[in-house]
């Protein structure tokens, strides 16, 4: 899903989920399970139950397999699109479950009962005009990224096991992506040959870090294009493409649409997916 704000918070009562399949979104997606049960699936098929939290790190492809009986909170948001960005930190479970943790943690019961009053609480400041909004906003999601954080910290040790050059190198992609960065450049900046450092990579994520670099251009393109209305001639300037046509191309191999098409399909398919999820409740 790819959400046109840059930031999201529901509360759903669902009787019964049937099968939905979701492409990689833009977005950091939360979720906490109060009641019922859920199934989804990242590379794995995982199973959520009471007190439960689940994240979707932006770009990874997951499906809803099937829910029962739930009490679910939903949140989902753009950090470089809010005002404040987020201290790094708060956003490294989101990192760990990309490079291959598990993405589903266990919460206390009375942890949960606070998370949920945070939720209430951006629920309440939804509709609030109230002075320096997105400052209360911040810290309460701020809050809750800590508690996800406490939460996973019981389950780092069954984490896949990631080469820690692999991990210095998609942090150093993350960083530098929007700059004409290749191989060598990655490869030189964490002290590795490009030929050892093209085998890990491929290796422990399935991907060439080529397609690591264009995909965390195609996604921040994404971003940007949901996000705003920026002309794309603009947009693929700041996003390290010096041809418009060359983006183009590779967008609409990534997607099999344009940009421009793109764009409005995705705003179209976020208003009747919140429709979808409103009759749902």
């Not at 199973?47 to 809803?64: C, D, R, Y």
């Not at 290796?203 to 251009?217: A, D, K, P």
């Not at 493409?241 to 705003?267: C, E, L, N």
Request: charged share 20%; proline share 3%; net charge neutral.
């Amino acid at each position: 899903m790819h959400s046109d704000q840059a930031f999201q918070v529901k509360h759903h009562k669902i009787k019964s989920l049937s099968h939905e399949e979701h492409s990689s979104q833009t977005d950091h997606i939360l979720m906490l399970i109060n009641e019922g049960t859920l199934s989804m699936k990242y590379q794995n098929q995982v199973e959520l139950s009471k007190n439960m939290l689940t994240l979707i790190p932006p770009g990874v492809a997951h499906t809803l397999v099937g829910g029962e009986d739930l009490d679910i909170w939903w949140m989902g948001f753009c950090p470089s699109c809010l005002t404040l960005d987020f201290e790094p930190s708060l956003l490294q479970t989101f990192r760990q479950i990309r490079l291959g943790a598990l993405p589903v943690f266990q919460v206390s019961q009375d942890r949960t009962g606070f998370i949920n009053r945070m939720f209430e609480e951006l629920v309440s400041l939804q509709n609030s005009s109230e002075a320096n909004i997105e400052i209360i906003q911040k810290s309460l999601i701020t809050l809750i990224l800590h508690e996800v954080n406490k939460a996973s910290k019981p389950f780092e040790t069954k984490a896949k096991l990631t080469d820690i050059k692999v991990s210095n190198a998609l942090d150093f992609i993350q960083q530098h992506y929007l700059t004409p960065i290749s191989l060598k450049d990655v490869a030189n900046a964490i002290h590795c040959s490009p030929s050892h450092l093209a085998y890990l990579v491929k290796l422990n994520t399935g991907f060439t870090v080529g397609q690591w670099i264009l995909n965390s251009r195609l996604t921040q393109a994404c971003t940007r294009l949901i996000h705003s209305d920026q002309d794309i001639n603009h947009l693929v300037d700041e996003l390290g493409w010096h041809d418009v046509t060359h983006f183009i191309r590779q967008f609409k191999k990534a997607y099999g649409i344009t940009p421009s098409a793109w764009r409005k399909q995705q705003k179209n398919h976020f208003k009747q997916a919140d429709l979808a999820l409103q009759n749902k409740d």
